[in-house]
């Protein structure tokens, strides 16, 4: 991996998800977060990581996927709002030529945030900690897959064939 030792993720069925995360994201006072991680891949398509309620494929609700949309082939981080709408905050690249990159996906009180080695490249600002999608039980982080498509993004694959590295949720 970048550093040390990284997951490597190859197609279906590799991914890895983890314990139970709730409190996180459980109500507005818990839904300002930041996940981080490096990566690198030579395939824009499949779920870099993904927020679901399940542990296991095909969960019932999902959202905060960083993955790659599907009309541009650009990395893009996508978030749903208590509602159901789709926000998306797109990069201008795909970043999918086997070099390492360190993506960092932010929801805050002002909206979210995708930044790539430290700039920004993405954002949106109809979406907020306080106006996006909570979870009232369990939450997993799904990390090299997806638990379930969602509308525009992936392009083409729930599963990623990246190497991934030091993934962190604050």
Same mark, same amino acid.
């Given at each position: ?5 990284? $997951? ?6 590799? !991914?890895?998800?983890?314990?139970? $995360? ?10 300002? %977060?930041?996940?981080?991680? %490096? ?7 499949? /779920? $870099? ?15 905060? /996927? ?18 159901? +709408? ?14 390492? !990159?360190?993506?960092?996906?932010? $929801? ?6 995708? !930044? ?24 997993? +982080? %799904?990390? @090299? ?8 993004? @992936?392009? @083409? ?14």
């Amino acid at each position: 991996g970048k550093i040390d030792g990284g $997951l490597q993720f190859g197609g279906s069925p590799d !991914y890895a998800v983890s314990t139970d $995360l709730n409190p996180w994201r459980s109500d507005s006072s818990h839904n300002a %977060w930041t996940v981080e991680f %490096w990566f690198k891949t030579n395939a824009n398509s499949g /779920y $870099l990581f993904q927020t679901a309620n399940s542990a296991s494929p095909a969960a019932g609700n999902f959202d905060a /996927y960083i993955s790659w949309h599907n009309t541009s082939g650009n990395l893009s981080f996508a978030l749903r709002t208590s509602g159901g +709408a789709q926000r998306i905050a797109e990069s201008g690249n795909s970043y999918d030529d086997n070099a390492w !990159y360190h993506v960092a996906a932010v $929801l805050n009180s002002a909206g979210m945030y995708l !930044y790539v080695n430290g700039s920004e490249v993405g954002s949106n600002t109809s979406i907020s900690a306080s106006t996006a999608k909570t979870y009232s039980g369990s939450l997993y +982080a %799904w990390v @090299g897959a997806a638990s379930q498509f969602d509308s525009n993004m @992936g392009n @083409g694959s729930k599963y990623s064939t990246a190497v991934m590295d030091d993934v962190r949720i604050t």
